[in-house]
């Protein structure tokens, strides 16, 4: 039964204007000012990749951040102080890359605390943005609701990028500038309104603060939810998970230049053609868990693993057009890939969700913060391990399309790996437990049984 605490379509829908918000600063600040300082500025392009590495290495900062708004018991200000730190780091990397241009030195110095700063946001906002959504989404909306809100997400990139790449034209250091400024400033106004009420008094807020944990230390609450098996093999899951699907990300447009003879446009194609199947993979995920004029379409569960195991077929596809090449139907195979990452990864945020608040004493936030630590070294770490890897097996194989077909086959087994570990996890019920005060039999509003009906 839903009951007063229930986030409905409109409530999500406010929650995905956050996450687009989220979106449009970070990608201005890891696209724009890479291809700036690159291009424009003639520096290395390992200045980027470092400072972008940085900002992934600050969110493991992420279980401080939810242990935070655990101890606090409401969500929201975590949200908009986040919002408001990434703002700034978003607003400060555009003045350094400015400031590059004249005095290469503080600029450097000035972009390491803005991507601090950008980390530092990411990790406060976008997790106290999943609690929320993890406690007040009841089971039936959880995949339809992560589809939406991460949809949203890819909308706030496109259309970030796309308005930002006109108004930079032509380019010139103070224009970079205003239009960081015009962005950051949006991203938090418009944060500001969406979440404007948004998290509720009485019920659901009496709630809340009922479900806050005893006041300890940082570290034993960490330890606690690491001790918890159902946690810790969540953690190891997504680690896998997301070093398997990020490997690929620096490697798959050099694969088609060089294997398939692909010219920079029809590669940049076919990196859009891979973000087609994600968001097509993302809306066939939604319907985990739903039954639809009486056909189940399957639990969480079931497509988080069948999604790890699709994308370790695609993978293993790649490796066959390496040895087949040109006449393997390189797209069809790179848009499957697509769809399968995103039919599994949108079932693995629902099934984060549940798990966050399924014991329902108060720890969300550091859960759902270790999940995104993990996920954020994971990516960090992937596409650094498949550029490195690819150069390796390439030196030792001596053949390009050999080495890119070593990266791609270890990319398939990890995420069959992965498959096996999301076999292991189980998502148990919420523990119910009375709000102080009420009388025996009165139903718990779902925010007390962390977003369980």
Request: proline share 5%; hydrophobic share 55%.
């Amino acid at each position: 039964m839903k009951t007063t605490s229930d986030f409905g379509w409109f409530s999500i829908f406010r929650l995905g204007l956050v996450q687009a918000m989220l979106g449009a600063v970070v990608v201005l600040t890891t696209s724009t000012l890479n291809r700036v300082m690159v291009v424009e500025l003639a520096l290395p392009a390992l200045l980027p990749g470092l400072l972008v590495a940085l900002h992934y290495a600050v969110q493991t900062s992420r279980p401080r951040m939810g242990f935070g708004s655990d101890i606090g018991g409401r969500r929201t200000p975590w949200v908009v102080g986040g919002m408001v730190v990434l703002a700034l780091g978003g607003l400060g990397g555009a003045v350094a890359t400015a400031w590059m241009a004249s005095d290469r030195t503080a600029g450097i110095a000035l972009a390491v605390l803005s991507f601090t700063l950008v980390g530092l946001g990411v990790s406060a906002g976008g997790t106290s943005l999943l609690v929320l959504l993890a406690k007040r989404v009841d089971d039936s909306r959880r995949a339809p609701a992560a589809t939406l809100v991460w949809v949203m997400m890819i909308v706030g990139f496109a259309v970030t990028a796309g308005l930002a790449g006109r108004w930079l034209d032509p380019y010139s250091p103070e224009r970079l500038v205003l239009v960081s400024a015009v962005v950051s400033g949006v991203a938090v106004l418009v944060t500001l309104a969406a979440l404007a009420g948004i998290e509720g008094r009485g019920a659901a807020g009496a709630a809340a603060a009922a479900a806050r944990p005893k006041a300890e230390p940082f570290r034993q609450a960490l330890a606690q939810v690491w001790h918890e098996p159902e946690a810790r093999r969540f953690t190891i899951f997504v680690f896998v998970a997301m070093l398997a699907y990020s490997t690929q990300d620096l490697i798959l447009e050099p694969f088609a230049g060089s294997v398939f003879a692909f010219t920079p446009g029809e590669s940049t194609q076919l990196s859009g053609l891979q973000h087609g199947g994600t968001l097509a993979g993302m809306l066939l995920a939604a319907l985990a868990g739903r039954r639809v004029a009486g056909v189940g379409f399957g639990s969480l569960r079931h497509w988080t693993v069948g999604g790890c195991i699709a994308s370790g077929a695609a993978l293993l596809g790649l490796v066959l057009a390496g040895a087949l090449a040109p006449h393997w139907p390189l797209r069809l195979n790179v848009f499957l890939l697509g769809a399968a990452n995103g039919a599994f990864s949108i079932a693995a945020i629902g099934s984060m969700m549940a798990l966050a608040g399924g014991r329902g004493e108060g720890r969300e936030g550091t859960r759902m913060g270790l999940w995104g630590a993990a996920q954020a070294i994971g990516f960090a770490l992937g596409g650094l391990f498949g550029a490195a890897l690819s150069d390796l097996a390439r030196w030792l194989l001596g053949s390009q399309a050999l080495g890119y077909a070593s990266v791609f086959l270890l990319e398939a087994g990890l995420f069959m790996a992965a498959a096996a570990l999301a076999t292991r996890i189980a998502i148990q019920p919420a523990v119910a437990r009375p709000v102080p005060g009420a009388h025996p039999g009165t139903p718990l509003p779902s925010a007390q049984l962390g977003g369980q009906p």
